[in-house]
């Protein structure tokens, strides 16, 4: 199978399959991002999220795939580094503000710094028919944070911590894109990049929430945190695994910018599953989400 990626890797067939990886990594994330902030304290359910991961992936890296080497050990490495970063300014933010506000900000923020970093580094470029796409995308993600921001009863002061911290994962979204992009595409089979990332890049919340969990005097029960951990690790393979794939076999720029979508399908969700409200401007804006995504696609 990692054959037969490489082989498709910038033809016209794997840039569909990118396409199709992205979407599917949008909806991934959409439901991962519900899943760590959802009732639990947002460190404890990141934990339970890695935890879960190096329970499915731990065996597949150790016993199936090759051990990283040389070159691919040290970017893994850099991988921890830079995640545990994204993770802990994630749950920075959750533990501030909504999730309705944080989000579109993250989601927002990370397509924009993405495409720079891609040209830079992967040259690629876009046309102005893209860019046009990319700004009704982020333009729009970030107006939806807008509307959700003055729509909420909020602590204003805690708010404004969480926009930073929401702005400063936004960065880190874009960092890890680029990173990982260049990353999966030094080893040999993308697969067994895949399995070392995800083992090596959930060693550090698990330990991280277990002392948070010891610290607390009203203590959650572990059994709900262990089944939301092990639903989010499978979603987390989807939405990371599929992304970066999809930076294997086409342009990482677009990538970024159709994983972003994700904030279309986020607000999907809470109206279908969870009963909550959309409303005439939300849907206008998640329009302007969907239309940018469909320029940006259609412009390359």
Request: hydrophobic residues 55%; glycine residues 10%.
């Amino acid at each position: 199978m990692g054959e037969f990626l490489v082989g498709i890797a910038g033809t016209p067939e794997g840039a569909r399959l990118a396409t199709l990886l992205a979407l599917m990594s949008a909806v991934a994330h959409a439901a991962f991002g519900a899943l760590q902030k959802g009732r639990h304290d947002p460190w404890l359910s990141r934990g339970a999220i890695d935890a879960g991961l190096i329970v499915i992936s731990a065996p597949v890296a150790l016993f199936l795939v090759p051990w990283p080497t040389g070159q691919v050990a040290v970017l893994l490495l850099g991988a921890l580094v830079i995640h545990f970063a994204y993770k802990v300014t994630m749950a920075l933010s959750y533990e501030r503000a909504a999730y309705t506000v944080v989000y579109p900000v993250v989601r927002g923020t990370g397509p924009l710094v993405t495409v720079l970093a891609a040209s830079v580094i992967f040259h690629e470029h876009f046309s102005v028919v893209q860019w046009l796409g990319v700004s009704c995308l982020s333009g729009g993600i970030l107006m939806l944070a807008w509307v959700n921001l003055h729509e909420n009863d909020i602590d204003l002061r805690g708010m404004k911590i969480g926009l930073l911290w929401a702005l400063a994962a936004g960065i880190l979204v874009a960092i890890y894109t680029t990173y990982d992009a260049y990353g999966i595409r030094q080893a040999t089979d993308p697969f067994t990049f895949l399995a070392w990332f995800f083992f090596i890049t959930a060693l550090d919340f698990p330990l991280l929430a277990a002392w948070r969990w010891r610290a607390m005097t009203d203590r959650p029960a572990l059994g709900p945190l262990f089944v939301r951990g092990l639903v989010g690790s499978f979603v987390a393979w989807l939405s990371f695994g599929g992304v970066m794939l999809a930076t294997r076999l086409d342009k990482v720029g677009e990538a970024a910018v159709l994983r972003e979508t994700s904030t279309v399908f986020a607000a999907l969700i809470g109206w279908l599953f969870l009963g909550e409200h959309v409303g005439k401007r939300r849907t206008a804006l998640m329009g302007l989400v969907a239309l940018g995504a469909v320029i940006v696609e259609m412009g390359g």
